[in-house]
């Protein structure tokens, strides 16, 4: 079946700089997606969505867009700190599929000091 | 904020005896719930789907027979591992469609070590 796919599967960062986070979507049916920060041994933790209506969404130091021409998600982190360091996770939801979330393999951040 | 509530956090069992892993939804009803598997450095897997008062719906590849599911009430699933083996030990994690503004809230997950 068609899943959720990550272009990178780690990323290193010195502390304070921006990251970007990939990912690429197969499901030109998805409706509504969503990026996940898990730490290790705890369930998926919320950080942003973005509905498929929408480009770019925006929180607290996160921005999310979304280019569905291209089938194509990012996550940006603006001034990366050293407890952002976990693995990230995008996950997209089809509306056929009893709305049931699929995830993308996961990048592990690292920070750098 | 919507709460997930997963318990255990974690449990090791012997090879053939079942274990029953509770997923419970405390400040707000749940019609759906999903159950997860994630094996180190992989990514979650659906495993099923549990709609209150039904049956559970199966992703591909996935025992019903191993993995039962009951959703009995608004609050609260279980996922029971049945005759479990070493190969059964992941990490589980279950989620309720809150029908909120996110959707989804997740529990905290359970590790199971098959022994």
């Known amino acids: 079946g068609e899943s959720v796919g990550l272009h990178l599967p780690t990323l290193s960062v010195q502390e304070g700089d921006n990251s970007i986070i990939n990912c690429a979507y197969s499901?030109?049916?998805?409706?509504?997606f969503i990026w996940y920060k898990q730490e290790s041994g705890k369930g998926p933790q919320f950080i942003i969505d973005?509905?498929?209506?929408?480009d770019k969404r925006q929180g607290q130091r996160v921005t999310v867009l979304l280019n569905k021409t291209v089938k194509h998600l990012s996550l940006q982190i603006a001034a990366t700190q050293p407890g952002d360091s976990a693995v990230y996770f995008c996950?997209?939801?089809?509306?056929?599929?009893?709305?049931?979330?699929?995830f993308g393999a996961g990048t592990t951040v690292t920070v750098r000091a | 904020g919507a709460v997930v509530s997963q318990h255990p956090s974690w449990v090791i069992c012997k090879s053939g005896t079942s274990v029953k892993i509770e997923c419970r939804s405390l400040?707000?009803?749940?019609?759906?719930m999903f159950w997860y598997r994630q094996f180190p450095k992989q990514s979650l897997m659906l495993m099923a789907t549990?709609?209150?008062?039904?049956?559970?719906?199966?992703e591909q590849g996935v025992e019903k027979d191993k993995f039962l599911i009951n959703h009995a009430s608004l609050t609260l699933s279980t996922l029971t591992v049945t005759s479990a083996h070493p190969e059964d030990s992941s990490f589980y994690i279950c989620?309720?469609?809150?029908?909120?503004?996110?959707?989804?809230?997740f529990g905290s997950g359970t590790r199971l070590t098959v022994v």
């Open positions: 989620s309720a469609n809150d029908r909120g503004p996110r959707g989804y809230t």
């Open positions: 499901n030109s049916a998805s409706d509504y």
């Open positions: 973005i509905r498929s209506n929408m």
């Open positions: 996950a997209e939801r089809t509306p056929r599929d009893d709305y049931k979330l699929s």
């Open positions: 400040d707000f009803q749940a019609t759906t």
């Open positions: 549990s709609n209150e008062g039904s049956k559970a719906t199966y």
